[in-house]
């Protein structure tokens, strides 16, 4: 299929989201996410992460202080702040060349966030936990990214109809509080309150969410979908992501959440020439 079009405005240019796919690189300063917990928590140790992935091609760097993985604790606001200001502050001083985003839920995190240079807020939660961080993103004026995780969705509905109707919710809210329509990106949380075969439903169809009328960002690296199907532990679940980003590409994904950066870009990369052509004459 070929790319639906986007334009996303924010300070220092906007994002273009098109038939070029972006790679945000995952940078957890947590010491218990599922597959990088504890390997980037300090400050030296990110920021060297993140120029690591800056150079292998990531255009966004998206800095998170809270793990998701199932099981994990909840982390307190103040615990939060100190584990992604003092990375933020120092990723503002290292001269990086890409766009920071914020992962959080947390309005005042994403606050203290943009204030220390992030660009993006991405909030797991849609903004349907803490809904004042859509009235923080309107008040900065930048873009934001809305994950579908609904733990209370009817399984015995159809996931799409079902994942439609709850990110329509998350539209809402943030139309409300003053974002722009067009700074607005979804994400479909997979792995999040889905089961294993709706993970691959999810892939299978995810074309249909464009009728939502929004960009799309794909978060599947080193994911449990992964790890069952190929009985593999986290760091050895590159080849099945890379399957998963380049499916999801042809489905028209727009940008594309990964551990790997090299690995994805190469692949992702392919699939556009496939798709579009390769750039000039290569033979």
């Given at each position: 299929?070929?790319?639906?079009?986007?334009?996303?405005?924010?300070?220092?240019?906007?994002?273009?989201?098109?038939?070029?796919?972006?790679?945000?690189?995952?940078?957890?300063?947590?010491?218990?996410?599922?597959?990088?917990g504890g390997d980037h928590n300090?400050?030296?140790?990110a920021v060297a992460q993140a120029q690591a992935m800056a150079t292998e091609g990531a255009d966004i760097i998206d800095v998170g202080g809270e793990s998701t993985r199932p099981g994990s604790q909840a982390v307190g606001v103040q615990d939060e702040l100190d584990r992604v200001m003092p990375v933020l502050d120092a990723l503002?001083?290292?001269?990086?060349?890409?766009?920071?985003?914020?992962?959080?839920?947390?309005a005042l995190v994403a606050d203290q966030?943009?204030?220390?240079?992030?660009?993006?807020?991405?909030?797991?939660?849609?903004?349907?936990?803490?809904?004042?961080?859509?009235?923080?993103?309107?008040?900065?004026?930048?873009?934001?990214?809305?994950?579908?995780w609904d733990t209370e969705r009817d399984a015995e509905k159809d996931i799409i109809d079902e994942m439609k109707r709850w990110l329509e919710t998350s539209?809402?809210?943030?139309?409300?509080?003053?974002?722009?329509?067009?700074?607005?990106?979804?994400?479909?949380?997979?792995?999040?309150?889905?089961?294993?075969?709706?993970?691959?439903?999810?892939?299978?169809?995810?074309?249909?969410?464009?009728?939502l009328g929004f960009p799309l960002l794909i978060g599947t690296s080193r994911k449990s979908m992964i790890g069952k199907l190929l009985d593999v532990e986290p760091k050895a679940r590159v080849s099945g992501t890379i399957a998963t980003s380049v499916l999801a590409y042809l489905k028209g994904g727009h940008i594309f959440r990964v551990h790997d950066v090299r690995a994805n870009?190469?692949?992702?990369?392919?699939?556009?020439?496939?798709?579009?052509?390769?750039?000039?004459?290569?033979?």
């Open positions: 299929m070929s790319h639906l079009i986007y334009d996303v405005p924010m300070d220092g240019g906007p994002l273009k989201l098109g038939r070029d796919p972006l790679v945000m690189g995952i940078l957890n300063v947590t010491p218990d996410s599922f597959s990088d300090g400050v030296a140790a503002a001083e290292s001269g990086l060349g890409c766009t920071v985003s914020i992962d959080t839920y947390k966030a943009i204030q220390a240079g992030a660009k993006i807020i991405n909030d797991v939660q849609g903004f349907q936990r803490d809904p004042e961080i859509a009235d923080v993103a309107a008040h900065h004026d930048v873009p934001v990214i809305a994950m579908h539209i809402n809210i943030a139309l409300k509080a003053g974002v722009a329509r067009e700074k607005i990106i979804l994400d479909p949380g997979f792995g999040f309150a889905k089961t294993f075969t709706e993970n691959y439903i999810l892939l299978n169809r995810l074309d249909e969410l464009h009728a870009r190469d692949a992702l990369r392919v699939a556009h020439a496939a798709l579009y052509g390769p750039p000039g004459d290569t033979a």
